[in-house]
T-cell receptor, first 118, second 113 residues
Framework: EPEVTQTPSHQVTQMGQEVILRCVPI?????FYWYRQILGQKVEFLVS????????KSEIFDDQFSVERPDGSNFTLKIRSTKLEDSAMYFC????????????????FGQGTRLTVV | DQQVKQNSPSLSVQEGRISILNCDYT??????FLWYKKYPAEGPTFLIS?????DKNEDGRFTVFLNKSAKHLSLHIVPSQPGDSAVYFC????????????FGSGTQLTVLP
């Protein structure tokens, strides 16, 4: 069964450092997303990406964040200068040709990357 | 601004009985609703969904009910099994929102053997 894969599973970084979280979405999907879940809190939307550009982003997704689809298979989230409050589980997701809500397609999630900023 | 609310952080049910998880939403633009199940250290796994044009969708032991006038949906699991113990997230999507999912805070379901 096709799945979304994320690497690394756990990343520890020093405050102020840049990190890149990597995702390989399901191959024929067109919509890509990043979500995060701070420990004990709800899953929060960060950004959606379609047709090589950001479709929508939340207020969490400020200038320190960026996303890229560098080679047609990977989808990356970069955090330029990490802060302690960026510590969270980061989930990548992808959805099919019509996106969630159209033709009843759901988003498939990866296993997540646990980011710990020290 | 909690557009999707799950007011019960936890629920315990005896094995074999029905589990009912509730979710309320405030955004009338939401037209598609999903339930995800999440185990610790794993990503959310899609369980079942419902479009706003329906009021019920059933898949095996899982049934989702939607009451649009009350902006309320519920997930029924019957019979509940110990393997169902997980955090259940309600999520919603609106057409024209780039398909982003808005999640509730989750309900920890524990099914007791």
């Amino acid at each position: 069964e096709p799945e979304v894969t994320q690497t690394p599973s756990h990343q520890v970084t020093q405050m102020g450092q840049e990190v890149i979280l990597r995702c390989v979405p399901i191959s024929n999907h067109l919509y890509f997303y990043w979500y995060r879940q701070i420990l004990g809190q709800k899953v929060e939307f960060l950004v959606s990406f379609y047709n090589n550009e950001i479709s929508e982003k939340s207020e969490i997704f400020d200038d320190q964040f960026s996303v890229e689809r560098p080679d047609g298979s990977n989808f990356t989230l970069k955090i330029r200068s990490t802060k302690l409050e960026d510590s969270a589980m980061y989930f990548c997701a992808s959805s099919g040709t019509s996106g969630v809500g159209t033709k009843n397609t759901e988003a498939f999630f990866g296993q997540g990357t646990r980011l710990t900023v020290v | 601004d909690q557009q999707v609310k799950q007011n019960s952080p936890s629920l315990s049910v005896q094995e074999g009985r029905i589990s009912i998880l509730n979710c309320d939403y405030t955004n009338s633009m939401f037209d598609y609703f999903l339930w995800y199940k999440k185990y610790p250290a794993e990503g959310p796994t899609f369980l079942i969904s419902i479009s706003s044009i329906k009021d019920k969708n059933e898949d095996g032991r899982f049934t989702v009910f939607l009451n649009k006038s009350a902006k309320h949906l519920s997930l029924h699991i019957v019979p509940s099994q110990p393997g169902d113990s997980a955090v259940y997230f309600c999520a919603a999507s609106a057409e024209g929102s780039a398909r982003q999912l808005t999640f509730g805070s989750g309900t920890q379901l524990t099914v007791l053997p």
